[in-house]
């Protein structure tokens, strides 16, 4: 992968953009923008123990008082340490720190102020009617370890996201819409920031220079990922929520009816149970195929190896528990495979095992949504989220209420 400086006249007063490629690394998105249709800019230049950052936006919303920059270990937002620079109407800016676990943001509270104090400072910033710039140093080797805090001296994502907060405590939500000129950019590669790699100058309208950084080759784009990602939760919905539950129905309520229709020899509840499982283990195996392409096959849930806030975050756990109600699933087809006969003395055994472990992968499945279900719809999460969350009980549980409307008829 390649990055390229452009040099230009600046158009944010305290951008530098003609020391890009000679004191400092540049990067601006979109990639080979033009300087005045740019969204954001950021560079880095170290210095002994330090490296210092400059981030800029352009055609900012009305609104838009912060300005923060992530570093991640990957192209998507989870585990990833966050700085940012916010502008409180009237009131001095404000530098601070956090931490995204998964898919929220957690800030610096006081206690953290020393911390801060020791590891950043605030150099300058702006916040103009159409750009916010912000400029400060980071150690590059923290003092003290902690996950809001990164060591710098490795490879990351560079993740830049704007919006807008009334207060320093909480990070307001950025665009979640990839067509949007408020979404968050993220770098094309990882790298080592610290590390300048080019020194090359030309004029002021050409390419300056290009290098070859070390990355991790990725054939697919951020926002491919994403929407293979949402394709993913859409497609997990529908078994899970729907035609699942509605298997089970017809396997617990309607035994005793239509008995008349047997169609091949096979009774008409027994038909709907087994084609309803079918088309939701094909839906579950295409969905799981999408978010394994997307994370690039690389297991995200928790690991000996990995910190424990990385190994309990929502992410984390979705994953664990979406494996578990996965394998449940498959365990139900093998089992349902081999099941004995009706007049067998073990028929009775298996009917335990099969009603068992299917109904524990559905509420495994419950939970799992709890954990992380519902993202691929932010949007609508705002305003809708506890009339989601009643939907999904509802279907989750609705073959246990019928019996109880049934008796009441």
């Excluded at 664990?320 to 109600?325: K, R, Y």
């Excluded at 809708?384 to 969350?389: A, F, K, L, M, Q």
Aim: net charge positive; with cysteine.
């Amino acid at each position: 992968m390649k990055i390229v400086f452009f040099l230009f006249l600046p158009i944010i007063s305290s951008f530098d953009t003609t020391m890009c490629g000679i004191r400092k690394d540049c990067v601006f998105s979109p990639p080979g923008c033009l300087l005045q249709q740019c969204a954001y800019f950021i560079s880095f230049a170290s210095a002994d123990e330090w490296t210092t950052f400059e981030m800029a936006t352009t055609n900012i919303s009305r609104g838009t008082n912060y300005l923060a920059v992530g570093l991640s270990e990957d192209e998507l937002m989870g585990e990833d340490p966050v700085t940012y620079c916010y502008f409180p109407e009237g009131g001095t800016p404000i530098l601070n720190v956090g931490f995204n676990s998964g898919k929220s943001n957690k800030v610096a509270d006081e206690s953290m102020k020393p911390l801060i104090l020791n590891n950043f400072m605030l150099l300058h910033s702006e916040h103009k009617e159409n750009n916010i710039f912000c400029s400060f140093r980071q150690r590059i080797k923290p003092r003290i370890k902690h996950e809001m805090i990164a060591h710098l001296n490795n490879n990351y994502f560079i993740l830049m996201a704007r919006g807008s907060i009334s207060s320093p405590e909480k990070l307001g939500k950025h665009s979640l819409s990839p067509s949007s000129s408020d979404f968050p950019f993220i770098s094309p590669t990882s790298f080592n920031i610290t590390h300048f790699f080019s020194s090359s100058t030309l004029s002021f309208t050409e390419v300056s220079s290009t290098t070859s950084i070390p990355s991790s080759i990725s054939y697919l784009s951020v926002q491919s990922r994403l929407w293979m990602i949402k394709i993913h939760g859409v497609l997990m919905v529908i078994p899970w929520l729907s035609l699942i539950p509605s298997s089970i129905i017809s396997a617990r309520y309607l035994r005793n009816e239509w008995k008349c229709l047997s169609p091949g020899g096979v009774h008409l509840w027994f038909h709907i149970h087994r084609v309803l499982n079918w088309i939701s283990l094909i839906l579950l195996i295409i969905s799981t195929l999408l978010v394994l392409i997307a994370k690039d096959f690389k297991w995200k849930g928790p690991w000996p190896n990995k910190p424990p806030g990385k190994s309990t975050s929502p992410g984390a756990l979705h994953s664990l528990i979406g494996t578990i109600s996965l394998i449940g699933i498959v365990i139900q087809f093998i089992s349902a495979y081999f099941r004995p006969s009706p007049d067998s003395i073990i028929r009775p055994y298996f009917n335990t095992f099969h009603r068992f472990v299917g109904i524990f992968s559905l509420l495994s499945a419950r939970f799992c949504g709890n954990s992380r279900g519902f993202l691929f719809l932010p949007q609508i999460l705002d305003r809708y989220d506890e009339g989601i969350s009643s939907y999904s009980h509802l279907f989750t549980f609705h073959p246990f209420i019928i019996p109880n409307i049934r008796s009441n008829l």
